[in-house]
């Protein structure tokens, strides 16, 4: 059965710093809906009720796209380990890129990452929990460490080119925010 909350408890907290890994759904008012996994240390509770994630360059940029049209966004954590639970963290939440007022400030609240596009500030204003029953164990082997070498060695050059021809647009052709260069 399902717990609703108005806010983020140190229970809750504590079980969401325990994670290795994430999911971010978003869906514009047309088009497709977005879901994806999320992991390395990209996550800060900054109160009971907001979140930031730092995410790094990828093959797309759907998030930010859909936030543009829509704020809404969901966080999904599993546990794959332990006691069963799953944990929803319900809001609306806005894209801050790089060079855009307040980066620096909020990109403070993480560990370097190479690569790093957006940090998305997220307003959280429903937390549920549910059984979990069906989430199959697993033992945490790792952080993969491709991204970090990836965008090495595209090197900063590289990385702004790719994220001119790769992440402006989504998949669906909605503008992600990213400054043109």
Same mark, same amino acid.
């Given at each position: 059965?399902? $717990?609703?909350? *108005?806010?983020?408890?140190?229970?809750?907290?504590?079980?969401?710093?325990?994670?290795?890994?994430?999911?971010?759904?978003?869906?514009?008012?047309?088009?497709?809906?977005?879901?994806?996994?999320?992991?390395? *240390?990209?996550?800060?509770?900054?109160?009971?009720?907001?979140?930031?994630?730092?995410?790094? $360059?990828?093959?797309?940029?759907? $998030?930010?796209?859909?936030?543009?049209?829509?704020?809404?966004?969901?966080?999904?954590?599993?546990?794959?380990?332990? =006691?069963?639970?799953?944990?929803?963290?319900?809001?609306?939440?806005?894209?801050?890129?790089?060079?855009?007022?307040?980066?620096?400030?909020?990109?403070?609240?993480?560990?370097?990452?190479r690569g790093a596009r957006n940090i998305f500030d997220v307003d959280v204003d429903l937390v549920?929990?549910?059984?979990?029953?069906?989430?199959?164990?697993?033992?945490?082997?790792?952080?993969?460490?491709?991204?970090?070498?990836?965008?090495?060695? =595209?090197?900063?050059?590289?990385?702004?080119?790719?994220?001119?021809?790769?992440?402006?647009?989504?998949?669906?052709?909605?503008?992600?925010?990213?400054?043109?260069?």
């Amino acid at each position: 059965m399902a $717990t609703q909350y *108005d806010h983020i408890t140190e229970r809750l907290q504590a079980f969401i710093e325990d994670q290795h890994m994430f999911f971010v759904a978003t869906a514009a008012p047309d088009g497709r809906v977005n879901v994806s996994p999320k992991g390395l *240390d990209s996550l800060r509770i900054i109160g009971p009720n907001r979140v930031l994630w730092l995410n790094g $360059t990828g093959s797309g940029n759907e $998030t930010a796209a859909h936030l543009l049209r829509s704020p809404r966004i969901t966080l999904m954590f599993c546990a794959f380990e332990g =006691k069963p639970l799953i944990l929803r963290l319900y809001g609306t939440a806005r894209a801050v890129h790089d060079g855009e007022p307040g980066w620096p400030e909020l990109l403070a609240s993480f560990p370097p990452m190479r690569g790093a596009r957006n940090i998305f500030d997220v307003d959280v204003d429903l937390v549920q929990t549910s059984c979990g029953f069906g989430v199959p164990l697993y033992e945490y082997d790792g952080q993969r460490t491709l991204m970090d070498s990836w965008a090495e060695n =595209k090197g900063d050059e590289g990385l702004e080119r790719y994220q001119q021809e790769r992440n402006l647009l989504s998949i669906d052709g909605f503008p992600t925010g990213l400054p043109v260069q």
